[in-house]
């Protein structure tokens, strides 16, 4: 045994509202890939940024590297991801912060230029407080924000889905 191990995960009640939402990402997911019609997914991920306190000590024969426990802290960063699984491309943007103008930059910058020629987009992301319509009425105003997510199919997983 090691008690130390834990494994966590969190399953939502399995409503017909669930399984609606779960068998219409689903099939999202099954259609075959149309440059027309690209499936993103896009996600976030704030990171620490640490530096070495002391150098490390190199792998040596039959000795592998040592790094020191201790680091200096040198601020955080966020990184937000746009993944199209079926044609193996994604697209990463790192920001200072995670607010919703950077997230609305970030979806701007896919629409209008990794995405430019796609007839329709589906987004498929989670429920994040910047992943709403609103933060792109707040960011570009409700015409400029109308303007650019008129070809925006909004996909969330279950447990997701305020757009």
Not at 20 to 49: F, G, W
Not at 102 to 108: E, L, R, S, T
Not at 154 to 159: A, E, I, K, N, Q
Request: charged letters at 30%; glycine letters at 4%; proline letters at 6%.
């Amino acid at each position: 045994m090691k008690p130390w191990r834990r494994v966590m995960w969190c399953i939502g009640l399995l409503t017909q509202e669930y399984r609606r939402r779960m068998y219409n990402v689903l099939r999202l997911y099954a259609k075959p890939l149309r440059a027309t019609e690209p499936v993103i997914c896009i996600d976030e991920k704030s990171l620490q940024l640490v530096e070495h306190s002391r150098a490390p000590l190199p792998m040596d024969r039959g000795s592998p590297a040592k790094v020191d426990y201790e680091y200096v802290r040198k601020g955080t960063s966020n990184l937000f991801v746009a993944v199209e699984p079926k044609a193996g491309r994604r697209v990463v943007t790192v920001t200072e912060r995670r607010c919703k103008v950077d997230f609305v930059g970030f979806v701007q910058e896919l629409l209008t230029n990794n995405y430019a020629n796609a007839r329709r987009v589906h987004l498929v992301l989670d429920n994040l407080n910047t992943h709403f319509r609103k933060s792109f009425e707040d960011v570009l105003g409700k015409t400029a924000a109308d303007k650019l997510l008129r070809r925006v199919d909004w996909r969330c997983p279950p447990d997701s889905c305020n757009l």
